[in-house]
C-alpha cells in the first residue's frame, strides 16, 4: 500500500467511538489472536493440513477487516485461497509476507495503546 498505512484509521477511529472503553481490549485481543493464527499457520503449512490453514486463514481475514488491515486482509485471502485449493506450494513466501504486514499493522495499533 501507498503511504505506509496499513491500517485504516478512519474506520478504527470510528469503532473506537462505538466501542469506547471497550477499545483497547479490541485491540489487545485482536493482537494476541492474530499471533495465534499465525502459528496455527505456521503449524498447519509444516504438517501439510490445507483445511486446518484455510480455517485460520478464514478468521484471521475476518477479525483484519474488522479492524480495517486491508493489506493484511488480502494476505490472509491469498493463502485461504490457495489452502481451499489444497495448493501449498510456495505458501512459506506467503506466510512471511503476511507475518511482515501483521508486524507492521501492530506498530500502527501500538498507537491507540
Request: glycine share 4%; proline share 0%; net charge negative.
Amino acid at each position: 500500500m501507498s503511504n505506509a498505512q496499513h491500517i485504516d484509521h478512519e474506520a478504527l477511529a470510528a469503532l473506537r467511538d462505538v466501542m469506547e472503553d471497550d477499545f483497547l481490549q479490541l485491540i489487545e485481543t485482536f493482537v494476541s489472536d492474530s499471533r495465534a493464527k499465525i502459528n496455527t499457520m505456521q503449524k498447519a503449512l509444516a504438517a501439510g493440513q490445507s483445511e486446518e490453514l484455510r480455517r485460520a486463514a478464514h478468521s484471521l481475514k475476518g477479525s483484519s477487516s474488522n479492524i480495517g488491515a486491508a493489506g493484511l486482509m488480502e494476505a490472509c485471502r491469498q493463502i485461504e485461497v490457495r489452502a481451499a485449493a489444497s495448493d501449498l506450494t510456495g505458501l512459506e513466501h506467503l506466510l512471511v509476507d503476511l507475518q511482515s504486514e501483521f508486524s507492521q499493522v501492530k506498530q500502527q495499533l501500538d498507537i491507540y495503546a
